[in-house]
């Protein structure tokens, strides 16, 4: 089993900055692709951004030019940088990272940008 630990939400105002990280442990031997998916209240969940086991990048349209997705294979950690914060970009923060055919999500964490 691996487990998924997101960190760094918070509350911020708009243009500002936030950075997430969600660190892997448990039975580790290669983690794929690992990715950031968001769920606002009443919103179906999005991708948000996503990263190669070689560090191909994407990015949802909404976000692209303010995030960056990046990883640490040695500390198994996907991070993601988000900037000039919009309110639309409050929601719930998840992690999701692929290994071995199988898929484990973080408990999520909480991004809510004020007005």
């Known amino acids: 089993q691996v487990q998924l630990v997101e960190s760094g939400g918070g509350l911020v105002q708009a243009g500002g900055s936030l950075g997430l990280s969600c660190a892997a442990s448990g039975r580790i031997f290669s983690i794929d692709s690992m990715v950031w998916y968001r769920q606002a209240p009443g919103k179906q969940r999005e991708l948000v951004a996503s990263i190669s086991s070689a560090g191909s990048t994407n990015y949802a349209d909404s976000v692209k030019g303010r995030f960056t997705i990046s990883r640490d294979n040695a500390r198994n950690t996907v991070y993601l940088q988000m900037n000039r914060l919009k309110p639309e970009d409050t929601a719930v923060y998840f992690c999701?990272?692929?290994?071995?055919?199988?898929?484990?999500w973080g408990q999520g964490t909480q991004v809510t940008v004020s007005s």
């Open positions: 999701n990272a692929a290994q071995g055919f199988r898929y484990y």
